[in-house]
């Protein structure tokens, strides 16, 4: 059993904080009216959009850690918007994507390619048809097959004139798609280490394959 520095366990303190209430619709657009929305796209605000998955993180995670993440870096970039007079709304988390490297693990919802490119593009589709010209799909899934399927939803979105939607993908992920994606359909962030001295002694976890062995 975990005890945390309260005391509590560490079932006690979920248990707790599912009874405080907490919310991924928090801050987000599904939080507004329509009206509100209405009025949002007519002053030229951006949208966020936070993209994950349901899948497992380990013995020491939850298995919502990417749709959480997601919408956490949306917050964050929508914060640091506001400090340069962008205006941006959240809009509500997807985490119906592709997993296919942690498959294998209970918990994780496999969802075939096909429909998470329909749900992605209707998506896109509606917030396009509101009125929305600037969409950022921010990503936190860090399986190679969810980022082409986000990239060839992008894609598809620029074909159809809604030149305004950019894949946010961190630098390693932009990096391991390469040429597979044109400059105006992605862009990437620098992923800060946490502990700059923090070496690596071995496997990195399900994507492992992903990275170099150590020497």
């Known amino acids: 059993m975990v005890i ?3 005391g509590q366990s560490e079932h006690q303190s979920r248990e707790n904080l599912m009874q405080g209430g907490y919310s991924v619709f928090a801050e987000t ?3 507004l009216t329509y009206p509100e929305v209405e009025a949002a796209a007519d002053r ?3 949208v966020l959009l936070p993209t994950g998955v349901i899948e497992q993180h380990g013995p020491h995670l939850p298995l919502g850690t990417d749709a959480y993440g997601a919408y956490q870096l949306s917050r964050l970039v929508k914060s640091e918007l506001e400090q340069h007079a962008v205006e941006a709304l959240i809009a ?3 985490y119906w994507g592709i997993n296919q490297v942690s498959a294998a693990f209970p918990g994780t919802f496999r969802i075939r390619s096909e429909t998470a490119v329909a749900l992605h593009t209707d998506i896109l589709d509606s917030l396009a ?3 929305f010209r600037h969409i950022f799909v921010i990503n936190h899934q860090g399986d190679i097959a969810h980022s082409r399927m986000l990239l060839k939803v992008v894609r598809n979105q620029h074909e159809k004139g809604n030149t305004g939607v950019v ?3 961190p630098d390693f992920i932009a990096d391991r798609l390469g040429d597979e994606a044109p400059t105006s359909a992605l862009a990437s962030f620098a992923m800060q280490p946490l502990y700059e001295d923090l070496e690596v002694t071995g496997e ?6 992903d990275r ?3 020497a």
């Open 4 to 6: 945390d520095n309260s």
């Open 212 to 214: 170099e062995h150590p």
């Open 129 to 131: 048809t509101d009125g």
């Open 44 to 46: 030229g605000a951006c």
């Open 204 to 209: 990195l976890g399900v994507h492992a394959e």
């Open 29 to 31: 657009m599904a939080d």
């Open 167 to 169: 894949l946010m993908e």
């Open 92 to 94: 509500p988390s997807v």
